[in-house]
């Protein structure tokens, strides 16, 4: 038994049991290696990673290897979902190093934190023109002998060359229509016109790149941005990426086609793209988008959801695969002959031609990745939801995935702000709920009294880490979308001490922001990406929703603050823009103003629910809606907001000078969808 054993993190308890002397991160291990004159050895990782679970069982789990890295160095694991601080600072090293990284990512230190070898995944055995792990682990313990001046040199070099990458993109003026339109353009020059998407093989959900596209389409009626985020989104939804039985997306497909995924699935990715397919829904009424946002949710609170009331964060992509052996994607594959096992010979021809599921298989071993037809014509429909209904009880008796059942703040903001949304706009209270459940739980677990966040929790108790840019971001966005449905302007309220602690601890003089606060451990360098990766960055989901925040409140600060903050997307939109997709909607809903939308009622009239729901199916990119009786005191928005002729009203405004207010459904719904 190691040092792990009373952590939180799921990822480090998988590690409790290894040969292998590991410490969690802190100032002891770091010590350790000075008081014994060795280096650290850094492996960061997380529960749901597949090469992380291969590197354990071959290294970590082997006596002959564990006894070399306890003898030799001082050995530190890190769940990267809990510490994304450590993750970036030391990431960066290593792609600056190597020009790629990855997970596992394994980096040698010296006792002042300071890396000086990286790599990612190494194997037991020299295979590939790639080093073993042993022998990596002998060469860097010659070199920390033999050559210590020039390790120290080393180390040296790459903490100046990483201190001398601070970026100063605040403050230089807001993202316009050029920069739009460029960014527009370069998505067209990288989108895939035949499998949707962009770029080749992996392919990851462009989640944030399409409510860009979505947005851009609302304010300007392009209409090939529409058809790029569309046509996208129908090739995930029929493709192997997309759990086609149990819903939710899966992290990336390894082809271009969407066809074989990574099959971990990440609480992240199915809200952002529960979110987007809503928002689809939104803006062209698809009954593919409606139906995969719907499962999406469904599968949330179904897979995800924890006894307190929170989302997990991941399901592994191995499972047991009825042998004892774990395989990636064993619970999700089918062969032709499982399918005869299930649903009888007539029906497993129906279904094999239905999923494509084929002798050779698309996957592994005969196996294929269900998926859905492009042009199969016209379909049984009760036919098929016999089968899929008696596939899915009969994948309910493998064995499950493993499911990392820590709560990440961020990620929790990101499913409130899908859940509610979902709920609202297609009449099911229960996800609004659960969108309650879940802030409830923020506000219980993981705010202090001075409206600070833990990063993150497990079975109700708050982690020791302290939260990052994402996480404030997050939550606001989700409170904020949680008050516009909801009509609670408590969590307005929330948002706002979020949003303060943003301007007071995470913002540069220039406007640019930091990844942690100023008050937050020191690592070798702190932490500054603007960059959307699996989900919106820091920086920009800060933006995101201190821009909401201003059109809710007219805090002059905060609006600032935002337009401050899209100056790095002035700078990278147009250079590199499927990497800035939130900060390209944002930039969308500054253009639009964003759209102010008071909608005043007496409690309980159907007239004023009209209008709120007509309000919440805006299109308007980033339209912020308050709801409830005139002069309430719930929302800034509804004060000296009155009745009209004694009915429900609407009001729309920018920059809070409002249009005339109406009464009528169908003349709010033509001021939100008209281009301008």
């Known amino acids: 038994m190691n040092r792990l054993a009373g952590t939180t993190s799921p990822y480090l308890l998988q590690h409790a049991e290894n040969p292998v002397d590991w410490w969690p991160w802190g100032p002891e291990a770091f010590e350790e290696a000075r008081r014994r004159d060795v280096p650290v050895l850094l492996s960061v990782g997380y529960s749901a990673c597949h090469w992380c679970h291969v590197m354990a069982s071959e290294s970590f789990e082997d006596v002959t290897t564990a006894k070399y890295m306890n003898r030799h160095f001082v050995n530190i694991k890190v769940d990267r979902e809990e510490r994304p ?45 790639m080093a073993s792990f042993p022998q990596v682990l002998e060469g860097v313990s010659a070199a920390w002998t033999d050559r210590r001046e020039e390790v120290a040199e080393v180390a040296g070099r790459i903490v100046r060359e990483l201190a001398g990458r601070s970026l100063g993109h605040g403050g230089d003026g807001v993202p316009g229509e050029p920069e739009l339109s460029q960014a527009l353009l370069g998505l067209t020059r990288e989108y895939d016109a035949r499998h949707g998407g962009f770029g080749g093989a992996p392919k990851f959900p462009p989640s944030m790149v399409t409510e860009f596209l979505l947005r851009h389409h609302a304010r300007t009626g392009a209409e090939g941005a529409l058809q790029m985020a569309a046509d996208t989104c129908e ?62 949710a469904d599968f949330l609170v179904r897979e995800l959801r924890t006894e307190e009331g929170g989302f997990a964060s991941a399901l592994d992509a191995d499972s047991d695969d009825g042998t004892g052996r774990h395989a990636e994607g064993a619970y999700y594959v089918w062969t032709p002959a499982q399918l005869r096992e299930v649903l009888g010979e007539a029906d497993a021809e129906f279904a094999a031609r239905y999923f494509g599921v084929t002798e050779e298989g698309t996957f592994e071993e005969g196996a294929s990745v269900l998926q859905l037809p492009r042009n199969g014509g016209m379909v049984d429909a009760a036919r098929t939801e016999s089968v899929r209904a008696r596939l899915l009880a009969a994948r309910e008796q493998r064995p499950r995935p493993g499911r990392d059942d820590k709560i990440v703040a961020a990620w929790n903001g990101l499913a409130i702000a899908a859940l509610a949304e979902t709920g609202a706009y297609f009449d099911r209270p229960d996800l609004v709920e659960r969108a309650t459940e879940a802030a409830d739980l923020l506000v219980r677990v993981h705010l202090d009294d001075t409206a600070r966040l833990a990063r993150t929790s497990k079975d109700g108790r708050s982690g020791a880490h302290a939260a990052v840019l994402e996480d404030y971001g997050d939550v606001a966005e989700g409170f904020l979308a949680l008050a516009a449905v909801t009509g609670d302007g408590a969590w307005l309220e929330f948002a706002g001490f979020l949003l303060d602690i943003v301007l007071d601890r995470f913002t540069a003089e220039d406007g640019a922001l930091f990844d942690t606060a100023d008050d937050a451990e020191q690592l070798i360098r702190r932490p500054q990406d603007p960059t ?68 005043v009622g007496p409690e309980g009239d159907p007239a004023a629910r009209e209008l709120h729901r007509t309000a919440l199916l805006a299109t308007a990119p980033g339209a912020v809606v308050a709801t409830g009786a005139p002069d309430s005191g719930e929302f800034p928005l509804l004060a000296g907001r009155p009745l009209v002729g004694g009915h429900s009203a609407a009001y729309v405004c920018r920059r809070f000078v409002c249009a005339a207010p109406t009464t009528e459904v169908g003349a709010l719904r033509r001021e939100l969808g008209a281009f301008e």
Not at 535 to 549: D, F, H, K, R, V
Not at 558 to 572: D, N, Y
């Open 532 to 599: 959307d990766n699996a989900a919106p960055s820091g920086w920009t989901a800060a933006a995101g929703a201190l821009l909401s925040y201003a059109a809710h409140t007219g805090s002059e600060a905060h609006r600032t603050a935002a337009e401050r903050a899209l100056g790095v997307v002035k700078a990278l939109g147009p250079r590199v823009p499927r990497f800035i997709g939130w900060g390209l909607a944002t930039a969308e809903a500054l253009l639009d103003g964003p759209r102010e939308i008071a909608v």
């Open 235 to 296: 090739a995930m939804a029929r493709g192997g990426i997309y759990d086609q039985l149990g819903g939710g997306f899966a992290r990336y497909s390894v082809d271009r086609e969407w066809v074989v995924p990574h099959f971990e699935k990440m609480l992240y990715d199915n809200a952002l793209l529960c979110r987007v397919y809503a928002h689809l829904w939104r803006a062209t009424g698809s009954e593919l988008a409606r139906r995969v946002a719907v499962e999406t």
């Open 85 to 129: 601080d450590v993750d970036a600072v030391y990431m960066e090293a290593v792609q600056a190093a190597t020009g790629q990284g990855g997970w596992p990512m394994t980096v040698f230190l010296t006792a002042d934190a300071e890396p000086f070898y990286f790599g990612t995944y190494f194997p037991p055995e020299p295979r590939s023109g």
